[in-house]
């Protein structure tokens, strides 16, 4: 069984930083896509950032150069720096992972973290 824990939404002002973070565990056999989503009240959960194995990353526009995803493979981990927060980026965070477990690659998600930007 494979689980992934997010950690490090809050609250913070606009302009502010945060970093979330996002462990996978359990029966892994090797890791490829990683990445993270987010979902703002009322609307549908949208693709922020993703990450090979490789390390090659894509962003949506809209947080392109104020995030950046990085993981580390050794840890089965990804994380997301996020800085110059906006009110906009509001929403649940969820870390995404395309893990090959006992049998087969799957798709896993975490729990959620939220992340909340004031005015």
């Known amino acids: 069984q494979v689980q992934l824990v997010e950690s490090g939404g809050g609250l913070v002002q606009a302009g502010g930083s945060l970093r979330l973070s996002c462990a996978a565990s359990?029966?892994?056999?090797?890791?490829?896509?990683m990445g993270w989503y987010r979902q703002a009240p009322g609307k549908q959960r949208e693709l922020v950032a993703l990450?090979?194995?490789?390390?090659?990353?894509i962003y949506a526009d809209s947080v392109e150069g104020r995030f950046t995803i990085s993981r580390d493979s050794a840890k089965n981990s990804v994380y997301l720096q996020m800085n110059s927060l906006k009110p906009e980026d509001t929403g649940v965070y969820y870390c995404s992972a395309n893990i090959h477990d006992t049998y087969a690659f799957s798709t896993y998600w975490g729990q959620g973290t939220q992340v909340t930007v004031s005015s």
């Open positions: 990450i090979g194995s490789g390390g090659t990353a």
């Open positions: 359990g029966t892994i056999l090797s890791v490829n896509l």
